[in-house]
């Protein structure tokens, strides 16, 4: 049996998770390691903006590994023993593995901008976005204007600060909104 074992739960594993009941009928023994559900990014700043509730934006890839007749671990590994073929979760338990694949997504480096952490809400990973989403809502609901900056004037922050404009417009909240770009 060729044990396949995938860390995190992101886009490249969310087809290898549908496919679970194949490769284990194929011989396979699979098992997903994650800290929790996927958010999907697709739909992170319709959510964002009101347009999808965030529980729609949530794909729980534990439950359809496991439907499809592998297994979950819910955590995260501090090491690979790739001598070994072994992973090393957080708890401590070693998972073997024959076939490894790594989709752990991106993390924004709090300490990279001083103040972001103490003052503002970093954007990833994105199931952070579904609390920016509350938050605005309480404030738009206060009635006051709410000051709201966006840092990346890429394709991402464009979506962002669309999305923020969205939300207080569904709200009937004032926004003032800033969006803070390179060039």
């Known amino acids: ?13 969310l087809g ?26 697709g739909l992170a700043t319709g959510m964002l903006g009101g347009e999808y509730p965030s529980a729609l934006d949530v794909i729980d890839m534990g439950a359809l590994v496991e439907r499809g ?9 501090t090491a690979i023993a ?4 072994v992973l090393v979760l957080g708890t401590g338990e070693q998972v073997p593995y024959d076939l490894l694949s790594l989709d752990v997504g991106s993390v924004v480096a709090g300490d990279a901008l001083p103040g972001a952490v103490e003052y503002g809400v970093l954007a990833k990973p994105i199931d952070r976005l579904a609390e920016v989403r509350t938050r605005l809502e309480a404030s738009f609901s206060g009635g006051l204007l709410v000051r709201v900056v966006v ?9 962002l600060a669309a999305a923020v404009l969205s939300l207080a417009k569904r709200c009937r909240g004032a926004v003032a909104l800033t969006l803070v770009g390179g060039r």
């Open 69 to 77: 007749g592998g297994r979950f671990v819910r955590g995260t590994v």
């Open 1 to 13: 049996m060729t044990r396949v074992v995938l860390v995190g739960a992101g886009h490249a594993h």
């Open 82 to 85: 790739p001598a070994d073929r």
């Open 151 to 159: 840092v990346g004037g890429g394709p991402t922050g464009a979506e």
């Open 16 to 41: 290898v998770a549908a496919a679970t009941a194949r490769l284990v009928a194929a011989g396979g023994e699979v098992t997903l390691v994650a800290p929790g559900p996927f958010w999907y990014s």
